[in-house]
């Protein structure tokens, strides 16, 4: 029995890898989107500059993999580390041993923190036994994907710009500025922020990114008068999947409260009519705070309904 770091050139044990980790984090959960073989193999090839990933197997005594842990750090944010373990290989001591594999790989690069992710109750016990605790805690929620988009009522003086791919030349400016807000106002409980710096370069780089790991990005603007004040992010599977991903969606703090999330997300759903690999879905999902009553109770206004809850955890890399 051992735990092993995977090549990250090595596509088979990658995907390998990925199914293990997958199965370990999905399994009986309804409509839970993972990444695709495609989306591992292009963030491995092509990682953001400053950031290492590993991808930890922990092989039983046949050979198979009984467990698996992805590792990962950035200059000056906290490290990431999720595990997971096969059901039939549980309570045996596999995820603390990929645990302890994790940290010797991160001693080195010295994060203040490590955060982790965990969608049970086991989950968290185990984390708490490593020295995590809570911070914050999401609903994930998901809407039938054939449903019809919602209605919304019109904003006076707002309207609202839609396209799929690449932000317009023209409204790159306003995305910047939209994104860099989204990060500072975030609801993240008691995790640590990222020290993500957001410019024309990053969007671009974020874009190809995503473009090279399989996703059609499907967005809408509002904008009010010549400024942008709140935006929405669909991901798309380029090749059909059962899960569309409902990212972000912000509006600037002195235009909320008049309805512009709602015309925002709804335009952006009925866009999704437009895209022909969205067809292939089964849901949509999204994911909000569980203390963001604002978004909780739009939500499920149009739809979304609790599917089940995640658990963001942070602590120490080094327990004393």
């Not at 409509?31 to 990682?47: I, K, M, N, R, T």
């Not at 198979?64 to 906290?78: E, I, L, Q, R």
């Not at 996703?215 to 992010?233: D, K, P």
Request: glycine fraction near 8%; include cysteine.
């Amino acid at each position: 029995m051992s735990v092993s770091v995977v090549d990250p050139v090595d596509a088979a044990a990658l995907i390998e890898w990925s199914a293990a980790i997958r199965r370990s984090c999905v399994e009986d959960r309804v409509g839970a989107w993972w990444p695709s073989d495609e989306s591992v193999l292009a963030q491995f090839a092509d990682p953001p500059s400053g950031r290492r990933r590993w991808a930890l197997v922990y092989h039983a005594d046949d050979g198979s993999v009984a467990g698996a842990a992805d590792v990962a750090v950035s200059d000056g944010d906290p490290a990431e580390v999720t595990v997971g373990v096969l059901p039939e290989h549980r309570r045996r001591g596999r995820g603390t041993a990929l645990w302890e594999a994790a940290r010797e790989l991160l001693a080195e690069h010295s994060p203040a923190v490590v955060q982790s992710e965990t969608w049970s109750a086991p989950g968290v016990a185990f984390a708490e036994r490593i020295g995590l605790s809570i911070a914050n805690s999401e609903f994930r929620m998901l809407r039938d994907s054939a449903s019809a988009a919602p209605d919304a009522p019109a904003v006076s003086g707002v309207d609202v710009v839609a396209w799929t791919g690449a932000v317009p030349d023209g409204l790159l400016g306003d995305w910047v500025r939209l994104n860099a807000s989204m990060r500072d106002d975030v609801p993240l409980g008691e995790l640590t922020r990222r020290a993500t710096v957001i410019d024309p370069d990053w969007v671009r780089a974020h874009e190809k990114r995503m473009s090279d790991q399989g996703w059609i990005l499907v967005r809408a603007m509002a904008r009010a008068g010549s400024r942008g004040v709140g935006y929405t992010v669909i991901f798309v599977a380029r090749d059909g999947d059962e899960i569309i991903v409902q990212d972000d969606t912000f509006v600037e703090g002195a235009y909320r409260g008049r309805g512009i999330a709602r015309l925002l997300k709804a335009e952006n759903l009925r866009q999704l009519r437009s895209v022909p690999a969205a067809a292939a879905a089964r849901w949509v999902q999204t994911s909000t705070a569980v203390d963001n009553s604002a978004m909780l109770s739009l939500n499920r206004a149009i739809g979304f309904e609790v599917a089940d809850i995640s658990y963001a955890l942070e602590g120490p890399l080094a327990i004393s």
